[in-house]
């Protein structure tokens, strides 16, 4: 399933620098049960993005949304 990821971070820190908000998106190809994980994850892990994004050491409110893509077909 081809689907968008849009993470949106407010007031964060990277290396010593302040940024009031970083909005990052991509398309990848994940099946729905790589879905429920990364989703379950994000809910439960404490520092999940400070734990996995090299040089962020604060990130204050952060949301993940992701959303199903249609392919389009050649008419």
């Known amino acids: 399933m081809k ?3 849009v993470l949106t971070m407010d007031d ?3 290396g010593d620098r302040r940024i009031d908000q970083l909005v990052l998106d991509w398309e990848s190809e994940i099946d ?3 879905i429920l994980m990364l ?3 994000w809910i439960t892990s404490r520092n999940f993005l400070t734990q ?3 040089g962020l050491t604060r990130v204050g409110e952060s949301s993940l949304t992701i959303e199903p893509l249609e392919e389009t077909e050649d008419a």
């Open 3 to 5: 689907v968008k990821f």
């Open 12 to 14: 964060l820190v990277v």
């Open 32 to 34: 729905q049960n790589e």
């Open 39 to 41: 989703s379950h994850e």
């Open 52 to 54: 996995r994004m090299v």
